[in-house]
């Protein structure tokens, strides 16, 4: 298990950009997959990307890919998200997940509220 606590959320213009950090705790970091969730308002939470274990392996939902960039530091315990040309419509609660490979997400942070103004 490891605890998860995200931060860099807040308030952008449409077009900007926000870089949002989850530093997680736990000697066993390097070897869960991480990811990235949101919710909006009145919505499920959704799948935004995730990073193998390794850093080698990325993957990303559609409406995001070009525009968002996960990575991995193990050294540092932390992921982070870099969010480029940002729309009103990525406004949402971040939340931060891992998972052991092969295995459900299973712990989450408490998330970061980003909000992208239009």
């Known amino acids: 298990q490891v605890q998860l606590v995200e931060s860099g959320g807040g308030l952008v213009q449409a077009g900007g950009s926000l870089r949002l950090s989850c530093a997680a705790s736990?000697?066993?970091?390097?070897?869960?997959?991480m990811g990235w969730f949101r919710q909006a308002p009145g919505q499920e939470r959704e799948f935004v990307v995730s990073i193998s274990s390794s850093g080698d392996y990325t993957r990303y939902v559609n409406s995001v890919k070009g525009r968002f960039t996960i990575s991995r530091d193990n050294a540092k315990n932390t992921i982070y998200l870099q969010m480029n040309s940002l729309k009103p419509e990525d406004t949402a609660v971040y939340f931060c997940?891992?998972?052991?490979?092969?295995?459900?997400?299973?712990?989450w942070g408490q998330g970061t509220q980003v909000t992208v103004s239009s």
């Open positions: 997940a891992a998972a052991r490979t092969g295995y459900a997400w299973e712990d």
């Open positions: 736990g000697r066993t970091f390097s070897s869960y997959d």
